[in-house]
T-cell receptor, first 109, second 112 residues
Framework: RKEVEQDPGPFNVPEGATVAFNCTYS??????FFWYRQDCRKEPKLLMS???SGNEDGRFTAQLNRASQYISLLIRDSKLSDSATYLC??????????FGAGTTVTVRA | SQTIHQWPATLVQPVGSPLSLECTVE??????LYWYRQAAGRGLQLLFY??????ISSEVPQNLSASRPQDRQFILSSKKLLLSDSGFYLC???????????FGEGSRLTVL
């Protein structure tokens, strides 16, 4: 079983829609969780950290479910500029961050 | 503020040729540094990480090697490239207090 798994998508949504997707992790001892955004042929950029109580940053909401070992990302009021691949990352120990293969989101006009 | 740079951005190399990718970080001292590789349409694979000068941990056996000759310099090398070494190589540094990774712009390698 992979350490971190994501639905690859693609999720094709119209502008203004809400889109949500999950990321599951296998190590119950995982401590830190993150969402990254990666545009085509660019480096991943940190979107947000995921806190135990859940957190929101503008139109983006991240949740952590430790019991079921997954994190989620919800994007409200989707913009064309939200089209990207979203990578989840999970920290198992002090040094290593494991990434999922990414979920592709395409927002259409 | 901290910045991270990689070079070269793009390179095309023949099979069997050597490789050297460089990464430097500014604005922080003694950072944890990482090399990841992303094959086309795939996730990020951790190759090496370093917690200090001369300290390298290898995650997967391969024909690549890494070195950290200075505190803020991380180098990825190969003596003889294979076709399977093609990919997008990303250097990153880790923020100590939050565990967040920040990536350089990446080096896209095509081995022919």
């Amino acid at each position: 079983r992979k350490e971190v798994e994501q639905d690859p998508g693609p999720f094709n949504v119209p502008e203004g829609a809400t889109v949500a997707f999950n990321c599951t992790y296998s190590n119950s001892a995982s401590q830190s969780f993150f969402w990254y955004r990666q545009d085509c042929r660019k480096e991943p950029k940190l979107l947000m950290s995921v806190y135990s109580s859940g957190n929101e940053d503008g139109r983006f909401t991240a949740q952590l479910n430790r019991a079921s070992q997954y994190i989620s990302l919800l994007i409200r009021d989707s913009k064309l500029s939200d089209s990207a691949t979203y990578l989840c990352a999970v920290n198992h120990n002090d040094y290593k961050l494991s990434f999922g293969a990414g979920t592709t989101v395409t927002v259409r006009a | 503020s901290q910045t991270i740079h990689q070079w070269p951005a793009t390179l095309v190399q023949p099979v069997g040729s050597p490789l050297s990718l460089e990464c430097t970080v500014e604005g922080t001292s003694n950072p944890n540094l990482y090399w990841y590789r992303q094959a086309a349409g795939r996730g990020l694979q951790l190759l090496f990480y370093s917690v200090g000068i001369g300290q390298i941990s290898s995650e997967v056996p391969q024909n690549l090697s890494a070195s950290r000759p200075q505190d803020r310099q991380f180098i990825l090398s190969s003596k003889k490239l294979l076709l399977s070494d093609s990919g997008f190589y990303l250097c990153a540094w880790r923020r100590e207090d939050t565990g967040e990774l920040f990536f350089g712009e990446g080096s896209r390698l095509t081995v022919l």
